[in-house]
């Protein structure tokens, strides 16, 4: 974190009082993450949804997958299709994952679910590609925070790589998953919007049938009045 005094970007410190990074390509973002499963344990239920906003394929051959202090190098052809997600995880076996199909196992890649949690993709040349510095803590820097069992996902709109570094762009997944947990892996993330309000209640102003009945009814309130005017008072009242 950091504060420089001033409001501005691109100078090193963001305009939320964050450390800046070196630009990031964005050319595969990082759009999910369950870092503290409930199902099943974290070193088995972890997974990372990357996501390729390009109309070609991406290879990850050779790019790196890190969090603070945890390198791991994809070995192998690995591709994100294009405008289409990709999964990675600590373990493929569906029956010990919590039912999430991971196309691929990042090793001893673990990502933080206490204090500030952090993930970083750069590609074969070293070149940072995306970056994630995210809160567990609800509510600070607008990080939504830590739910066991539920993955943050970033609101479609705000898909890219800068744009995933503001964590009032991420929400709390809804969707339940096979194995208990919530996330949308592999799949377009659920909006983080609020939802609508509900409807305005019935229609209580008078029917077209209504409307005419109450002259009526007035009417006959004045001929009542009138009629009780002349037995008490005479037909001059």
């Known amino acids: 974190q950091c504060d420089d005094g001033n409001i501005k970007d691109d100078d090193g410190c963001s305009a939320i009082c964050l450390v800046e990074q070196a630009p990031q390509t964005g050319a595969v973002v990082i759009t999910e993450l369950l870092f503290d499963p409930d199902a099943v344990s974290d070193n088995n239920g972890e997974w990372v949804e990357l996501y390729n ?3 070609v394929d991406v290879d990850l051959a050779g790019w790196t997958v890190k969090t603070k202090s945890t390198p791991h190098v994809i070995a192998g052809s690995l591709k994100v299709p294009a405008k289409g997600y990709l999964v990675l995880g600590s373990n493929k076996d569906l029956a010990t994952n919590g039912g999430v ?3 691929y196992v990042y090793g001893n890649v673990s990502l933080g679910n206490t204090g500030p949690g952090n993930l970083t993709l750069l590609d074969k040349a070293g070149k940072l590609v995306d970056i994630v510095d995210y809160e567990t803590s609800a509510g600070k820097f607008g990080w939504p925070g830590k739910v066991p ?3 943050i996902q970033l609101d479609p709109p705000k898909t890219g790589a800068k744009l995933n570094d503001v964590g ?3 929400c709390l997944a ?3 998953l096979s194995g208990g947990d919530k996330g949308t892996p592999g799949a377009a993330n659920n909006s983080c919007a609020p939802p609508p309000p509900p409807p305005p209640p019935a229609n ?4 077209p049938a209504d409307s005419a009945f109450i002259p009526r009814v007035q009417l006959m309130v004045q001929i009542w009045l009138k009629l009780w005017q002349w037995q008490w008072y005479g037909p001059f009242a």
């Open 53 to 55: 906003p390009a109309t």
């Open 168 to 170: 009032a762009n991420w």
């Open 149 to 151: 069992g539920v993955a």
């Open 174 to 176: 809804s969707k339940a």
């Open 101 to 103: 199909v991971v196309a």
């Open 204 to 207: 209580t102003l008078p029917t």
